[in-house]
């Protein structure tokens, strides 16, 4: 620690984050069931959550800690560019409206759990299964490191140093996850947005306020990206193909994420997923006034050691030390209930299509809770040990190949709910050259997010992801063309499923 402390701001943070652990530790008690010694209440709340705490959840895991710190860390640096983030989940919530009931139907009829479920019983393929599964797994787990970097953040704001202070706080989430599982982050998601919100609202108040209004706020963003000659207030010309591609492509993939996917599957019905496609949108204008932030910094006239420092030292400057601590409360509380939910969502894919498939086929409901609920602490400590040892960009790195890969995911997950034309070898084939050719672009592009295409002698930037489910759906649809069909005992492991469910 250092001398450096504001014991308000400090006071203000320690009463919240006790808070909130007293509720997940609670949490076990809230719409107890029976049991949670079933994947069913331990990893996805019994299937009970209704319209709002649906809504609080998946918001809660969807705009998370580490987004609070880097869209306006993104636009601070780069301006207009940075606001990719809205149009994205914009685009995202008719897609959920219309996928994520039948996906939701499909899991509850049959008992599906992950993603790898949906994909072994809808195609029969053991190999299909695992590529999902594995996929999710390794794209969740720098997302939960990015977590810990919003949190880190956050505690350095306060001016805590040293690695005590984030290891206690994910040692206190990965114990009550552990204890209550989905029904903690679900319940403290109610606290988390709630903070998110009166500090966003605050700070859209009273910032302008005390830097002349929001002409003077536009016109010092655009005076010192002028400065720096590069980024602006507004999009270039150039960068409105790379923006509308990134924004397309993530918003494709931010639903096949395996927390996401939790989050759906705990659902009590398909209107519920419909009504929260309806609602979300609210968090799109709370991103939107958040990523405002960036541009205040440039108003406010930070001195900042990184763009990542932006909020933090933007409240520790303008507003008292209580609301300081405050804020830096809800960002740490913003990352606790994504990180629960993502390592619940690993969890249960390694549970259900690792483990009880290659380990223990005979392992029983309480079995299976178990070893997700070791899984889920293993998973966290995992992250929690890349941050300490590993450099941040590593994270950032791999977080990047992590939303490419993912979308490596959708034909497989989606196109079954639709059409029973794909077969699984070939849905294999394209996952495989999407996941190791998008890959590839990507570490030859020196880990950046856009690939250039030439045509015509002009030349174009795309998001890379984007390319690489072209090319994942291309391969799928000529392998299936081209490969005839035949009986495999993937496909007697489908007939299996369907007569057992019948």
Not at 169 to 177: E, G, K, N, P, R
Not at 363 to 371: D, H, I, K, L, S
Not at 401 to 430: D, E, H, N
């Amino acid at each position: 620690m250092t001398a450096n402390i504001d014991m308000s701001a400090l006071a203000v943070f320690i009463f919240f984050f006790v808070l909130v652990t007293a509720m997940g530790f609670f949490a076990s008690r809230w719409r107890r069931a029976e049991s949670l010694d079933h994947l069913d209440e331990w990893g996805l709340g019994g299937r009970k959550f209704g319209t709002w705490i649906t809504w609080f959840l998946v918001g809660g895991d969807f705009y998370t800690a580490y987004t609070v710190i880097a869209v306006p860390a993104l636009v601070y640096a780069i301006g207009a560019y940075g606001f990719f983030a809205l149009p994205y989940t914009i685009i995202v919530y008719p897609l959920v409206f219309a996928v994520m009931p039948l996906l939701w139907k499909a899991a509850k009829e049959r008992g599906y759990v992950t993603a790898g479920d949906v994909v072994r019983g809808t195609y029969g393929s053991r190999a299909l299964e695992l590529a999902v599964a594995s996929t999710g797994v390794i794209a969740t787990m720098p997302y939960i490191a990015l977590q810990l970097i919003g949190m880190e953040v956050a505690i350095k704001a306060l001016g805590l140093t040293g690695e005590m202070p984030i290891i206690l706080a994910f040692l206190v989430l990965a114990l009550y996850t552990y204890s209550s599982g989905l029904r903690a982050p679900a319940l403290i998601a109610f606290v988390k947005d709630i903070m998110i919100y009166i500090v966003v609202l605050a700070a859209i108040i009273v910032v302008p306020s005390k830097l002349g209004g929001y002409s003077a706020v536009f016109s010092a963003a655009d005076a010192a990206f002028e400065a720096k000659g590069k980024g602006g207030i507004l999009l270039d010309p150039a960068q409105l193909v790379p923006y509308v591609t990134l924004a397309l492509g993530s918003a494709l993939a931010a639903f096949m994420y395996p927390h996401t996917l939790t989050g759906i599957f705990a659902s009590s019905g398909a209107n519920t997923i419909r009504k929260n496609a309806v609602l979300l949108p609210a968090y799109t204008l709370l991103l939107g006034l958040l990523a405002l932030l960036g541009y205040m910094g440039h108003a406010a006239g930070l001195q900042l050691e990184s763009n990542n420092d932006v909020v933090p030292t933007l409240f520790k400057t303008l507003f008292p030390g209580w609301f300081a601590g405050f804020a830096f409360s809800a960002i740490a509380i913003g990352a606790l209930v994504p990180a629960a939910v993502m390592s619940i969502g690993a969890a249960n894919l390694f549970t259900r299509n690792f483990w009880k498939v290659w380990v223990n086929p005979e392992v029983t409901p309480a079995g299976e809770a178990q070893v997700a609920k070791i899984t889920s602490m293993l998973v966290k400590v995992g992250a929690l040990v890349a941050i300490l040892l590993l450099p941040t960009q590593f994270a950032l790195d791999l977080q990047l190949l992590g939303g490419l890969w993912i979308l490596q995911t959708l034909p497989a997950l989606v196109f079954g709910l639709y059409t029973s034309w794909f077969r699984a070898p070939a849905l294999l084939a394209g996952w495989a050259v999407g996941f190791i050719g998008g890959s590839a672009l990507v570490w030859s592009d020196g880990l950046k997010p856009l690939h250039a295409l030439a045509f015509d002698g002009m030349t174009v930037s795309v998001y890379t992801g984007l390319l690489a489910l072209a090319l994942n759906v291309t391969v799928a649809v000529v392998v299936n063309l081209v490969v005839p069909a035949k009986d495999s005992a993937d496909d007697d492991l489908a007939v299996a499923e369907a007569d057992s469910r019948s």
